[in-house]
Each structure stands twice: as C-alpha cells, then as structure tokens.
C-alpha cells in the first residue's frame, strides 16, 4: 500500500499478536511498540468497542496497532495498519483501504499466496508457521527457517515477520535467517508471567 522507505525499515522487530483490548494495553505498558489485535467470534458492537480500545491504548503509548481482518471497522475508526490472510483478500476492497491510508501486512504459506501478497503492494509480508503452534490447526507444515530465508530473498526490501512457533529462544535464529520481525503469540499469553517475558522478547528483538 506505501512504497519502501525509511518508515519500513523503522518497523519494530517484536510483534505480538492479542485477542483483547486489556492485554494490547498491558503490552504498551512494559514497552511493546507494534503489536495486533485478533478478534473472532465477536458481535459488531463488541468488535468495534474493543479496537477503539485497543487504538486508544496504542495510541496514548506510542506504539503501531495492527487490527487483524476487521477491515471496514478500521477504516471507520481511524486505525492506521490492517492484517490480512490470504481468505480476507478474497473479501477485502483493497482500494478503500488504500483510500483511508491504512498500511497493510498480509500472511503467506506457500509461493502462490506470496506472489499474491507481492502484488498488492504490502508494507510487511507474514511467512508462517516457521514451528509447530499450538494456536490454531493449519494445513501447512512447518516452514523451518530454510524458508524465512527464501521468503526474504523475494521479499526484498519488504519487511518480512517471521511467525508461528516463535519463542524467545527461537528469535535469535529466524533474525539470521532473514527475518526482520518476529511475532509471538502463545510464548507470552501461556507464559507464567507475560510482563517478563515480554521484557525478555524486548531485549532479544534489540
């Protein structure tokens, strides 16, 4: 949706991904400077009074908020960046998106939906599941970081999120292997405490 630029490459390197409101604030307050808000399975007033709280909360902390799916609601509501899948392109107007000015990341499996992704001019390309997660059921294996490095090839200058499985430990070794950002999910939420690891994931990111 924006060509390359200096605001890519300022893209922070950490990138959770959250199902509420509550916990994108509590990523704000221990430092967290880009992260998504997934909401499924919610009415539309919900959905709508959650990411108004999720873009207040990243807002008055400075961080980027990322609205996953929900395009026309972000549009409505002002939010700067949109997440979408492969099935969400199939229902998107990507061109009342471009009009509102929201920048957008999209995920990839496999070299078809890469070339897709490609050819609407993302601001980040998602490439997953680099490990096994326990997040949801998906008909992919998993990448493995051979991948992350390919995907980074052809991606070039776009920056490339490395997610699925990803672990503090983890991090370290997709960074090497091509990835600019790295985004976690359970590896915070299932932790026993989500504020440290968070720190932590701070720190390895950099």
Avoid at 42 to 48: F, H, Q, S
Avoid at 106 to 130: C, F, N, Q
Avoid at 154 to 172: F, H, Q, T, Y
Avoid at 177 to 200: F, Q, W
């Amino acid at each position: 949706m924006t060509g390359p630029g200096a605001s890519r490459a300022a893209l922070p390197r950490f990138y959770p991904v959250f199902d509420s409101a509550a916990w994108v604030r509590r990523a704000v307050a221990v430092g967290v400077r880009m992260v998504q808000i997934r909401l499924k399975g919610m009415a539309e007033a919900a959905l709508r009074a959650e990411i108004a709280a999720a873009r207040d909360a990243a807002r008055a902390g400075g961080a980027i908020l990322v609205v996953n799916d929900h395009w026309r609601i972000a549009i409505d509501l002002g939010c700067d960046w949109l997440h979408l899948g492969q099935e969400d392109l199939d229902e998107a107007d990507l061109p009342a998106i471009a009009r509102a000015g929201l920048r957008l990341g999209v995920s990839t499996h496999d070299d078809a939906e890469l070339d897709r992704a490609l050819s609407v001019g993302p601001d980040y390309v998602a490439l997953g599941p680099v490990y096994p997660t326990i997040l949801k059921k998906m008909p992919w294996a998993p990448q493995g970081l051979d991948r992350v490095t390919g995907w980074k090839r052809r991606v070039g200058d776009v920056p490339l999120v490395a997610i699925g499985g990803m672990s503090v430990e983890r991090a370290p070794g997709a960074f090497a292997a091509g990835a600019d950002i790295v985004s976690a999910v359970t590896d915070i939420t299932l932790h026993a405490d989500p504020d440290a690891r968070m720190r932590e994931w701070l720190r390895v990111a950099g």
